[in-house]
T-cell receptor, first 117, second 113 residues
């Protein structure tokens, strides 16, 4: 399977703990995105990388959140001192930089479901 | 203010009926609009992408239209099947807003056999 992969698929943690999620984009996609989705809502944008550069961050990304993409391939999203309000599905997507048909189409991974007790 | 709206939030139809899903957006400076399918507890599957220069895209039983002037996109699913039961999300990208997608809340579809 050459789609976007995310690990872990599920994470249960206690309030105050740190968690880290990993995303592996589709090979050769140089753009990578993180979104957060709460129950019954559409996903909300968190941050975006082009290669290893983090080019955009949402106001949703508080100082407890940090994302990296050190070699322009996989990315990690870390949440420090988790709170119950952080419980959500964290989705990763990637897209190529192309022009023409299909340009910038985003492809999503299966998500990591975080539950903070 | 909701930038992308999907009404209704839920829809139930008998098998074989055509589905019409609506998506409204407030910013006419749209770069592209993407329709997704999401099964419960799963990630998003891209269905169709419409560039701002296009009026519609088709893939099998799916057809999506885009009307920038009225701020609307419609996803048509012909001859619905129980396997089409899922949540359908639209998302738009605006030129001035970088590369992020802004999603609607989704329409949850149930196709009854």
């Amino acid at each position: 399977d050459t789609g976007v992969s995310q690990d872990p698929r599920h994470k249960i943690t206690k309030r105050g703990q740190n968690v880290t999620f990993r995303c592996d984009p589709i090979s050769e996609h140089n753009r990578l995105y993180w979104y957060r989705q709460t129950l019954g809502q559409g996903p909300e944008f968190l941050t975006y990388f082009q290669n290893e550069a983090q080019l955009e961050k949402s106001r949703l990304l508080s100082d407890r959140f940090s994302a990296e993409r050190p070699k322009g391939s996989f990315s990690t999203l870390e949440i420090q001192r988790t709170e119950q309000g952080d419980s959500a599905m964290y989705l990763c997507a990637s897209s190529p930089t192309l022009w023409g048909k299909g340009a910038n189409e985003q492809f999503f991974g299966p998500g990591t479901r975080l539950t903070v007790l | 203010k909701q930038e992308v709206t999907q009404i209704p939030a839920a829809l139930s139809v008998p098998e074989g009926e055509n589905l019409v899903l609506n998506c409204s957006f407030t910013d006419s400076a749209i770069y592209n609009l993407q329709w997704f399918r999401q099964d419960p507890g799963k990630g998003l599957t891209s269905l169709l992408l419409i560039q701002s220069s296009q009026r519609e895209q088709t893939s099998g039983r799916l057809n999506a239209s885009l009307d920038k002037s009225s701020g609307r996109s419609t996803l048509y699913i012909a001859a619905s099947q129980p396997g089409d039961s899922a949540t359908y999300l639209c998302a738009r990208r605006v030129k001035a807003a970088g590369n992020k997608l802004t999603f609607g809340g989704g329409t949850r579809v149930l196709v009854k056999p």
